[in-house]
């Protein structure tokens, strides 16, 4: 079973930046996983923001193409995602997803308030 806990998440001023974290446990073979990061604004649905394969490729949603950054470290189990140049349309509780065997799991996410 794998558990994911997410961190990071703080109230932000427009243009700021924030670093969320997602550690992995129960598992002794992130390496291997593909990860990703989702969100989901008050009202709105989860959406996709980013993802990394284990061979360390990344795609990003249009929406945070240019601003955000998703890496990993296997060493740690971790993966992260750097946010620049925050807008409060980012404002949304961010959570880390990965699959394994066709079951979907989910950290409990961690909130992200970009306002002045």
């Known amino acids: 079973q794998v558990q994911l806990v997410e961190s990071g998440g703080d109230l932000v001023q427009p243009g700021g930046s924030l670093r969320l974290s997602c550690a992995a446990s129960?598992?002794?073979?992130?390496?291997?996983?593909?990860m990703g990061w989702y969100r989901q604004a008050p009202g709105k649905e989860r959406e996709w923001v980013a993802d990394?394969?284990?061979?360390?490729?990344?795609n990003y949603a249009d929406s945070v193409k240019g601003r955000f950054t998703i890496s990993r470290d296997n060493s740690k189990n971790t993966v992260h995602l750097q946010m620049n140049s925050l807008k409060p349309e980012d404002t949304a509780v961010y959570y880390c997803?990965?699959?394994?065997?066709?079951?979907?799991?989910w950290g409990k996410g961690t909130l992200v308030t970009v306002s002045s």
């Open positions: 997803n990965t699959v394994r065997l066709a079951v979907n799991y």
């Open positions: 990394i394969t284990r061979d360390g490729n990344a």
């Open positions: 129960g598992t002794n073979i992130f390496s291997m996983y593909n």
